[in-house]
């Protein structure tokens, strides 16, 4: 239902007016709550996410003794879809980002510089727009980098999609970047995530279903997408850090 | 998120005697040198979230930060238990609006607290109440005899509670319901409601003339006493050597005339007292000093059991060893901190002009 529009078949156009590989706008800052060690609020399009990062801290009874543990709490605000909607903590899907986003970034951090100790990741959702793995992924990368805890590279995400649906044999499908809520309920995406830009794939999620020949498409789109993700990021980075060091002369 | 242990004050009985002292000085000297009614700076954002009928977020001075996020839907009326003969009649539309206290559901969130806990459910049944206490907010959720609108307000507490949230939250409640704008009735009476799709023609929920508004949704203030000075605005040291701290919550009388209040109207509100709770001040779990006289260490004699330590530290008021504050507060004290709230020119006053003034989108 969003590629129907003649706008899709005429001139390649989305409903939101971008071609098959745009990205949407993406903004970022970091430190935005000075009384958490790291933090950072980013929007891809109307996705919008802070996230807040304390630690490395004392554990408490930790799992793991020479490494440091990983707790990630996503709390997903009532206000934030189109109709109100109040999720609890205990939430199957809640609980899987959870686990998805803790299982990352346990390898991606260098977790045994810090044995017996904690790192907690809290997000809160304050506006659902579509590709919120990804912009849950690349908030808590940022504000990791704001707390200073070191780390092998950046994890950045992004999704892409298809325009043909699972059934439809047409060889005509495009592979689509950076869908939106509406895009992502009719048409099949994957959530990827590269460490550093580059090839290295450490998030892959795709719960709709899609014909296998599509897969490779939409994961060398994700892949160009995540790169070009990577670099925005990086220059907020670098970007605050200028700031910081304006500041001290 | 952070464990429990850093919520409470790390202050040893010598610094909470200290900061006690100084306070109960007149004027009370206050560990930042601000004066008894000064308030620390704050941010504070209107209309934050587009996807939302109304919102803000208010950052204090010392880190803590709060989103508030308004949602309206319109919901079928229950029909009335018992439905009067004037009811039937239909009669003058303004007397038959009245809202229910069901229309509104606020829920607050903070981080490391699981929803059933005590701490959000109180926040927001102390919110709430203050809201509904007056019944003229209701009113203005009241659409047609069979439909109204139902308002979700869903506070977000994005810090971990350093020092007791309630003010910050309320702050920006009041805000978030400033920023408020329901879309314009276009129907009539009865009817199912057809509402204008134009978003600059929404209406706010409390209505601005030229010069303010004309009633403001309530807010609550948290004031503690040491000795006999109240003081406004504590940080967490001060609390944590509070004699009584009382959450205040003040709201509006609408104002009667509407038309003609511009010219002799100035500052002048109509403040009145909506609820007052007590809270139990954090000072009651700070541990006591201990005098010499029951100190070895000093030459004193420690008692040898605990029955007779704890009963001989009771019957000791020694000036400068800290003993945490033991029963109520005297009742002039309460009225003391109640009046000084409410007070022309006051902190609620205060508080208020300052949140109009923001800017909202």
Redesign the interface.
């Given at each position: 239902m969003p590629l129907d529009t003649s706008s899709y078949t005429l001139a390649l156009l989305r409903l939101d007016g971008r071609r098959w590989n745009e990205l949407r706008r993406i903004t970022a800052q970091i430190s935005t709550?000075?009384?958490?060690d790291g933090s950072s609020y980013l929007e891809m399009g109307?996705t919008?996410v802070?996230c807040?990062v304390?630690g490395p801290?004392?554990g408490?009874g930790t799992r793991e003794r020479d490494r440091a543990d990983i707790?990630v709490?996503i709390?997903v605000?009532?206000?934030?879809?189109?109709?109100?909607k109040?999720v609890?903590?205990g939430d199957k899907r809640i609980a899987e980002l959870q686990s998805t986003l803790q299982n990352t970034f346990a390898s991606s951090l260098l977790t045994t510089l810090f044995p017996h100790s904690l790192i907690?990741i809290?997000l809160?959702v304050?506006?659902q727009d579509g590709s919120l793995l990804a912009a849950l992924l690349n908030a808590s990368t940022l504000a990791l980098i704001d707390a200073g805890i070191p780390m092998l590279n950046y994890i950045t995400a992004c999704t892409a999609g298809s325009t043909s649906s699972y059934s439809s044999n047409d060889e005509a499908a495009d592979p689509l970047l950076d869908l939106n809520s509406a895009e992502e309920q009719e048409l099949p995406f994957l959530t990827v995530a590269t460490l550093g830009g580059g090839d290295e794939v450490a998030v892959l999620v795709c719960e709709t279903r899609v014909q296998l020949g599509r897969v490779e498409g939409m994961l060398a789109v994700g892949v160009d997408g995540c790169k070009q993700i990577r670099e925005i990021l990086d220059g907020v980075v670098r970007e605050s850090g200028k700031k910081v060091l304006q500041s001290r002369v | 998120?952070?464990?429990s242990s850093t919520q409470h004050v790390l202050l040893s009985p010598a610094e909470l005697s200290y900061i006690h002292a100084s306070l109960s000085h007149n004027p009370p000297i206050r560990p930042d040198g601000r004066s008894a009614t000064q308030f620390r700076p704050l941010t504070a954002e209107c209309d934050i979230?587009?996807?939302?009928n109304g919102?803000a977020r208010i950052t204090f001075a010392?880190?803590?930060?709060a989103?508030v996020?308004?949602?309206a839907?319109v919901e079928k009326s229950r029909a009335p238990y018992q439905v009067t003969q004037d009811e039937l009649i239909g009669g003058d539309g303004e007397a038959q609006r009245a809202g229910l206290n069901e229309w509104v559901e606020l829920?607050v969130?903070i981080?490391g607290f699981?929803?059933d806990d005590s701490m959000p459910v109180f926040l927001a049944a102390m919110m709430s109440e203050a809201l509904l206490a007056d019944g003229e907010f209701t009113k203005r959720l009241w659409i047609n005899r069979r439909f109204h609108w139902k308002l979700?307000l869903?506070i977000?507490l994005?810090?971990p509670p350093?020092s007791y949230p309630l003010p910050l939250l309320s702050l920006t409640a009041h805000l978030a319901l400033l920023s408020t704008r329901l879309p314009r009735l276009k129907s009539e009476l009865d009817e199912d409601p057809l509402f204008d799709d134009d978003w600059d023609a929404s209406v706010y929920l409390y209505p601005r003339n030229k010069q303010s508004l004309l009633h403001r949704p309530p807010v609550t203030l948290l004031v503690m006493a040491v000795s006999d000075n109240i003081i406004f605005d504590a940080s967490k040291e001060e609390l944590a050597v509070a004699d009584v701290v009382l959450a205040v919550s003040v709201g509006e009388r609408p104002r009667s005339n509407e038309g003609d209040m511009e010219v002799d109207s100035g500052k002048v509100r109509d403040l009145r007292l909506l609820t007052v709770r007590t809270v139990d001040p954090p000072s009651r779990l700070t541990s006591s000093g201990v005098p010499n006289v029951l100190n070895t260490a000093t030459g004193g004699t420690a008692a040898t059991t605990t029955e007779k330590a704890s009963s001989q530290r009771e019957a000791m008021v020694e000036e400068g060893v800290w003993q945490p504050p033991r029963g109520g507060a005297k009742r002039k004290l309460i009225a003391a901190m109640i009046s000084k709230v409410l007070e022309q020119g006051g902190v609620a006053e205060e508080v208020m002009d300052g949140l109009d003034g923001v800017e909202l989108g």
């Open positions: 709550t000075p009384s958490a109307n919008k802070l807040t304390s801290i004392e408490q707790r709490e709390g605000a009532g206000f934030s879809g189109v109709d109100r109040r609890g903590r907690n809290n809160h304050l506006s | 998120m952070a464990p979230l587009p996807g939302t919102s010392d880190g803590t930060e989103v996020g308004v949602k839907e829920s969130e981080p699981r929803d979700y869903d977000l994005l810090s350093l």
